[in-house]
T-cell receptor, first 113, second 113 residues
Framework: DSGVTQTPKHLITATGQRVTLRCSPRSGDLSVYWYQQSLDQGLQFLIQYYNGEERAKGNILERFSAQQFPDLHSELNLSSLELGDSALYFC????????????FGPGTRLLVL | AQKITQTQPGMFVQEKEAVTLDCTYDTSDPSYGLFWYKQPSSGEMIFLIYQGSYDQQNATEGRYSLNFQKARKSANLVISASQLGDSAMYFCAMIPRTNDMRFGAGTRLTVKP
């Protein structure tokens, strides 16, 4: 158990819908990261937050947005969902957000029908 | 472009033998971090080992060691005394100056009894 929690574990929804994925980092970690793992694109970095501020951005679609709240939990919002958004979404956390070890949550498996 | 290459889609190893999983990377950043993660069939991402680009010594963590050859830009993972529980996907990853971690395509390791 990495100490990072993600909810829900599984999510099934329809195209065009909007969902919110939630992540709580390890105790003491200030930075959270979001990743998408799909069969065709592999593991891709989406976005990083450090202490509430966006720090790094990867291949995140405009339909996706994220934020980190004052209690350091983070949410990833996915809207206008398409079939291709079906994937495993991971949250990870680290202490300071520098080039250091990131600990991953168990992931949220999203299926868009 | 910052890229991670894992050339072995699948590997087999006999229980109790050692195995090396290959990883090469491409970056022009002088400062970066290299990681290996394990993903069992249950889906979680488990941190195994970390190597900083300025570290003089190869990283070791129990049965895992990272064979870091900076000039060749390679960061191979060596697992000694393989166990059945080592059967999983293994991902090599690099985090450059921009903090957007890049993953290789992964190697599926199967440990045979």
């Amino acid at each position: 158990d990495s100490g990072v929690t993600q909810t829900p574990k599984h999510l099934i929804t329809a195209t065009g819908q909007r969902v919110t994925l939630r992540c709580s980092p390890r105790s003491g970690d200030l930075s959270v990261y979001w990743y998408q793992q799909s069969l065709d694109q592999g593991l891709q970095f989406l976005i990083q937050y450090y202490n509430g501020e966006e720090r790094a951005k990867g291949n995140i679609l405009e339909r996706f947005s994220a934020q980190q709240f004052p209690d350091l939990h983070s949410e990833l919002n996915l809207s206008s969902l398409e079939l291709g958004d079906s994937a495993l979404y991971f949250c990870a956390s680290s202490v300071s957000g520098a080039r250091e070890t990131q600990y991953f949550g168990p992931g949220t498996r999203l299926l868009v029908l | 472009a910052q890229k991670i290459t894992q050339t072995q889609p699948g590997m087999f190893v006999q229980e109790k033998e050692a195995v090396t999983l290959d990883c090469t990377y491409d970056t022009s950043d002088p400062s970066y971090g290299l990681f290996w993660y394990k993903q069992p069939s249950s889906g979680e991402m488990i941190f195994l080992i970390y190597q900083g680009s300025y570290d003089q010594q190869n990283a070791t963590e129990g049965r895992y060691s990272l064979n870091f050859q900076k000039a060749r830009k390679s960061a191979n993972l060596v697992i000694s005394a393989s166990q059945l529980g080592d059967s999983a996907m293994y991902f090599c990853a690099m985090i450059p100056r921009t903090n957007d971690m890049r993953f290789g395509a992964g190697t599926r390791l199967t440990v045979k009894p």
